[in-house]
């Protein structure tokens, strides 16, 4: 038991410090079109599968994994989450951007 614990724990601080950093760095002020969006969530999801040792011909969803791993927001939640306090402490005039 102590094994599962530690090397949970171990996946748990890997993933956030090498992917979950990468992915939310400068997140706060970029503009996501569709084809970010999913690529974003894949490379999230790509990141939380190898610590949780699922290869892709598993076939296993996204929401097993996150569950596997005690994950319940996605890496896009947190980036919309980020980017809605960053607009909150700029205000408005920080969205739109003056091109005189």
Do not use: F
């Amino acid at each position: 038991m102590v094994q599962d614990i530690t090397g949970e724990y171990l996946c748990s601080c890997c993933y956030n410090s090498m992917v979950k950093s990468v992915l939310n760095y400068g997140a706060e002020s970029w503009i996501l079109y569709e084809d970010d969006r999913r690529g974003i969530n894949g490379n999230g999801m790509d990141g939380l599968r190898r610590p949780a040792r699922i290869s892709k011909l598993d076939r296993k969803t996204n929401d097993n994994i996150r569950e596997k791993m005690n994950k319940q927001d996605t890496i896009l939640d947190e980036i919309t989450r980020k980017q809605l306090i960053w607009c909150q402490q700029n205000g408005p005039k920080a969205i739109t951007k003056n091109h005189d």
